[in-house]
């Protein structure tokens, strides 16, 4: 029953996105992005359905463990689209958007370890709902941003359209490239000098590279660009959106710092992960100073935001696998 | 302070070079990136470990540099101490040089006063302690031990961790340590290879079936049966190399019992004190059981020093009995009625066959006996298209590196009761007198006299003594403070004045970045 309702909510998705992007390349009617919408719904909702089925199942909030918090965040990042969508009046963004999300459910469903295992005990605590969601829902709206942005710098030049694209490819590839090192149980060696370390940054960039060349080609070749709203809006949303993230990470980690205060003993426990957290927090922070004292705009205000896209997504996947720490729950 | 001498000040302090430099977004944005490059450095080299696991990873080169720029402790360096202060001064620089009483900046303002309370609480929880309380049960302890950085072994001369003991106003009673665990098992199937380390592992889907990496091989998971005994049954067999067998009862000084005994020359039954065996044979006809009397001599040597040997025997064409040789030689020979046990005058023991088998074979059989986990067990398929199928019982816990199998690693299946809470019950005691009580546990720590008390670790082997780790962080409340002041910044900034400072869209010009 569980894993139906995993399955019917992967097929949904992934029809909607063929429904959007059928809607964006060739047939621009109304109708048919209508119908994208409902199937687009139609996956959110069975994706509800089986978080609070699972809440109820565990008894507990459906986020203890890696599995279920990437579910969470594809659900945030469903939602927030699903906000944009009806707050923009936008059609431009459905096939993007639901491909992500489909991506990231996919790689949850096939890739995590789903079995329901208890809390042990520091994970005994109401900070478990807030904590955890809150931070997640900033992961989503900082997604939304990168959306907008990635559109923007895609539209620009050949030059930025090539780099957003490989920026692009990096987080895919990396996330990737972890979790097959670490499927096959190579990845530990990788992450005890610094040498090596770097030797998997390399190899992650090298993906990235191969990903991105022919991708740069077919979206070209597709012209994705004629459907991507004005330039003002999509530097606005990428504004708005990290305008959104940015307190509710500082929330977030506050939360989490609170919590540590009466699991672990001290409010900050030079932890990666909340490291990581505050670099994102504060890589964004730099964006908005630059945005809203110096009055940045254009290019160089939209890569900053991507930058710090990339520290969410290293935040988020990449410490889990590569740096030791007490968040090492899943 | 009235308005006008405040703006007057305001504009004095903007004009001197101190104030135009800090206050520059430039300056600030390269301190923010200095401070996000410095905090990656220190989640990527291991904090405040031994000195040998940096020469092991970096070498000696790597390990000198690591410790002239403090890379062991990024956050505790000279130069990132540095690097907060002229945070701080350049937040306070701006602070005062932007200070405007509209509530529309009010937000922005909130946020970096309370980035400095943030601050300023960091540096006054540095004069906090932080120690570790090791309580046994039944007992009392009022010394910590704090860990102050490293110290040389005056005998072998390697660094190692330098512990003071440190006195607390109270002390602390350890009335019971207890550990509940939850009552669902973790179960997980483990693969070893041949060195028994574990190359790949499943959670237990009874069905499912499972990839090996490398081999070509499936794996499913037939059964799990959590308490599974092992059933042994004789059984009528066709099978090749079944056997005649009997089911004797045995009654005698030494004591009680009953059994099966394989007409086979390696099966008998021995007496502890080595005085009395027992053998069962079985002939064709009845004379091949009487030359079975002389041939006696076929038992092994050392069994023939035992002096008192029973045979039973049965066949073809006679009743059943029991053969007496005494200290080697045939003494008697008792026929059995069919119905009471064979006793033997001048002795104790009597026997009683139960069930003659012509052609017999035992056949092991698992069972399940409750539904309780106490001794799980699963039921195995394996194999490849070539090898074919196998299966195989697996019993939960238990290494079995010599098994017969043609697969060139072992199964492991592992069942765990996950841990569910430590609780600590604990006595506060100050100056010798109660004055609190607490149960302490993970996420519940206790509060007494600015000291917090956390359950931190416990006895593994005999969970006899209770970890409590104990701190103390006068910095907490400012953090605290700052936390929510931030939090209100934050939202006032980004949620509540986008609507109170609603401009047109139309109206902004994107500037050239």
């Known amino acids: 029953m569980q894993d139906k309702l995993l399955y019917s909510m992967l097929v949904l998705y992934s029809v909607s996105f063929l429904i959007y992007t059928f809607h964006a390349t060739v047939w621009r009617k109304d109708f048919v992005w209508q119908i994208g919408r409902l199937v687009f719904t139609g996956g959110f909702l069975v994706h509800l359905t089986y978080l609070v089925n699972r809440a109820v199942e565990t008894g507990r909030a459906p986020w203890g463990n890696q599995f279920e918090v990437m579910l969470l965040f594809s659900f945030v990042v469903a939602f927030s689209y699903a906000v944009f969508q009806w707050a923009y009046k936008s059609r431009s963004f459905g096939a993007f958007a639901s491909l992500i999300i489909f991506l990231i459910s996919a790689y949850s469903v096939f890739f995590l370890d789903k079995t329901i295992s208890p809390l042990v005990p520091a994970l005994q605590s109401y900070w478990l709902w807030i904590h955890v969601v809150v931070t997640v829902i900033s992961y989503g709206a900082f997604t939304v941003s990168f959306m907008a942005a990635f559109q923007y710098l895609f539209k620009q030049s050949k030059k930025h359209r090539y780099f957003v694209t490989l920026a692009s490819s990096w987080c895919v590839g990396f996330v990737s490239l972890l979790l097959i090192l670490h499927e096959k149980e190579l990845l530990k060696p990788y992450t005890e000098t610094l040498a090596s370390f770097g030797l998997l940054m390399a190899y992650s960039v090298g993906v990235a590279i191969v990903i991105s060349i022919p991708l740069y080609f077919v979206l070209s070749l597709l012209k994705i660009e004629r459907f991507f709203p004005k330039d003002e809006t999509l530097e606005n949303w990428t504004y708005r959106w990290v305008g959104l993230g940015f307190p509710l990470l500082a929330l977030g980690i506050m939360m989490g710092a609170l919590w540590a205060a009466e699991a672990w003993g001290a409010w900050w426990s030079n932890d990666s992960k909340e490291w990581w957290a505050l670099i994102t927090w504060l890589i964004y922070a730099v964006y908005l100073h630059l945005h809203l004292i110096a009055k940045w705009r254009g290019v160089k205000s939209a890569w900053v935001s991507v930058i710090g896209f990339i520290s969410m997504i290293f935040t988020f996947f990449g410490v889990n696998y590569l740096l030791a720490g007490l968040h090492s729950y899943a | ?513």
């Open chain 2, 1 to 513: 302070m009235s308005k006008e001498k405040w703006l007057a000040l305001q504009k004095q302090f903007r004009e001197t070079q101190i104030a135009r430099f800090f206050r520059s977004v430039r300056v600030a944005i390269v301190i923010i990136v200095l401070v996000v490059i410095a905090s990656i450095l220190g989640t990527i080299f291991i904090q405040n470990g031994q000195p040998n696991d940096y020469i092991q990873k970096y070498g000696d080169a790597g390990f000198f540099w690591i410790q002239l720029l403090s890379l062991d402790d990024v956050y505790h360096a000279w130069w990132y101490k540095f690097l907060l202060l002229i945070l701080t001064i350049a937040t306070i620089s701006c602070l005062v040089s932007r200070v405007n009483m509209k509530l529309v900046r009010s937000g922005s303002l909130f946020v970096h006063i309370n980035i400095i309370t943030i601050l300023v609480g960091i540096v006054v929880g540095r004069f906090g302690e932080k120690g570790f309380l090791q309580v046994f049960e039944n007992e009392k302890n009022g010394k910590m031990l704090v860990e102050k950085g490293f110290i040389e072994n005056p005998k072998t001369g390697e660094l190692q961790r330098n512990i003071k003991i440190k006195e607390l106003p109270f002390e602390v009673a350890l009335n019971d340590f207890v550990i509940t665990r939850y009552e669902k098992p973790n179960q997980r199937l483990f693969i070893l290879n041949q060195e028994g380390k574990s190359v790949k592992s499943f959670p237990i889907e009874k069905g499912k079936l499972l990839k090996l990496p490398k081999q070509k091989m499936g794996l499913t998971v037939l059964d799990v049966l959590p308490d599974a005994r092992v059933r042994e049954e004789m059984v009528v067999s066709e099978e090749e190399g079944a056997l005649p067998a009997v089911k004797l009862k045995i009654d005698s000084p030494q004591g009680k019992g009953e059994g099966w005994l394989f007409a086979h020359k390696d099966d008998f039954m021995l007496s502890p004190d080595r005085q009395v065996l027992i053998y069962y044979r079985f002939y064709e006809s009845k004379k091949a059981m009487k030359k079975g009397i002389e041939k006696f001599e076929s038992l092994a040597p050392m069994l023939k020093k035992i002096p008192n040997v029973f045979q039973v025997a049965s066949g073809k064409g006679f009743e059943p009995r029991v053969l007496r040789f005494e200290n080697g030689k045939f003494k008697e020979n008792h026929t059995w009625n069919g119905t009471g046990p064979i006793r033997f005058d001048g002795l104790n023991t009597s026997f009683l066959p139960l069930q003659f088998l012509e052609k017999a074979s035992l056949q092991s059989d698992i069972v399940n006996v409750s539904d309780e986990f106490l001794n799980p067990a699963i039921r195995l398929a394996f194999g490849t298209s070539e090898s074919g199928i196998q299966s195989k019982w697996v019993f939960a816990n238990q290494r079995d590196p010599h098994s017969e199998d043609t697969v060139p690693f072992e199964f492991y299946y592992s069942v765990d009761f996950p841990i569910k809470e430590f609780i600590s019950h604990i006595k506060i005691l100050d100056g010798g007198k109660e004055v609190m009580r607490k149960s302490l546990r993970v996420n519940h720590p206790a509060k007494y006299k600015g000291y917090m008390l956390y359950q931190a670790s416990y006895d593994k082997e005999n969970e006899k003594w209770s970890g409590i780790q104990v701190t103390k962080d006068p910095g907490y409340p400012l953090v605290f403070v700052g936390f929510i002041g931030m939090m209100i910044g934050l939202i006032l900034m980004f949620y509540v004045n986008p609507f109170l400072n609603r401009k047109p869209e139309k109206l902004k010009k994107p500037s050239k970045g």
